[in-house]
């Protein structure tokens, strides 16, 4: 899609070189959402590719920059003991796209977008990530990918913030997963992805995505009994936040996502 409103568009090397922040400018990694369809309130597009961030770095845990593509994810192997990090792909194969958006779009756009289907706010809200955000006024700060989405294309970013990385720690890596996505078609758009995390320690999370508004995490000591997580569920997450739209109906979404909770407890245990 041409975007015919664009009169500027800076390509940074250093974060000097980010302009301040403002309702008609947009930061673009791989772009593929904005260029997708018309975009008549903006005048100004901030590349952030050239700034040079490395797609993944291993420390105590792993730090992946907003501009790693979703390929660069999928096809990332690690020398450590990380069960976990079999749902990149996973979750890249319940986006909504072909093998060659996969060498464009990035993590940190995915998330950044904040659609109920972003297959990498599902990735990281199902492995506790923090997004690290470089604030407009210096005071950077972290913030919790599951609070930092708060409904369809709304999140808690300040004009003028942009996401570094995404940042999943060592423990939620070392845990075995078990993953459901469900949609109308075998490759349509996710109306329920259900994923769930048994620690090493014994701890039992699930978090439930793409059927709802925004991304919900629900986390045991220990597992639960099956009616104790269909219970939990169903009142964590109020009647209106189940998504509605042409992919499925509320109810359809709720039916799916509390049988596939149920599913995923029964394999993880």
Known sequence: ??????????IP????????????TAVMAGGTWLMSEK??????????????WDPITVGDG?????????????????????????????????LLASFKIWKVATVGGN????????????????LDGVAFVWSSDGADYRIPVVDLVTGPHENALRIGDVVRSIELPDRALSARTAFRKTA??????????????MDLDGRFVLSVTAATTRPYVFRFPTPPRPAELVSTLAEGIPGAAWYDDPHGAP????????????????ELT
């Open 39 to 52: 975009q008549d309130h903006l005048r100004r597009l901030v590349d952030i590719t050239a700034l040079g």
């Open 111 to 126: 998330i950044c977008l904040s659609l109920p289907a972003g297959a990498m706010i599902s990735m990281a809200t199902a």
């Open 1 to 10: 899609m041409d975007l015919g409103t664009i009169e500027d568009v800076v």
């Open 13 to 24: 090397d250093g974060r000097s070189g980010l302009p301040p922040g403002h309702v008609d």
């Open 251 to 266: 109810d359809w979404r709720r039916h799916i996502s509390l049988q596939s909770a149920q599913e995923i407890l029964e």
């Open 62 to 94: 792993l730090d992946i920059a907003a501009t790693c593509t979703i390929e660069q994810l999928a096809r990332a192997r690690f020398d450590r003991d990380w069960p976990a990090t079999v749902l990149f792909e996973q979750c890249a194969t319940a």
């Open 184 to 197: 109308l078609s075998p490759l349509g758009r996710s109306a329920a992805v259900v994923i769930g995390r």
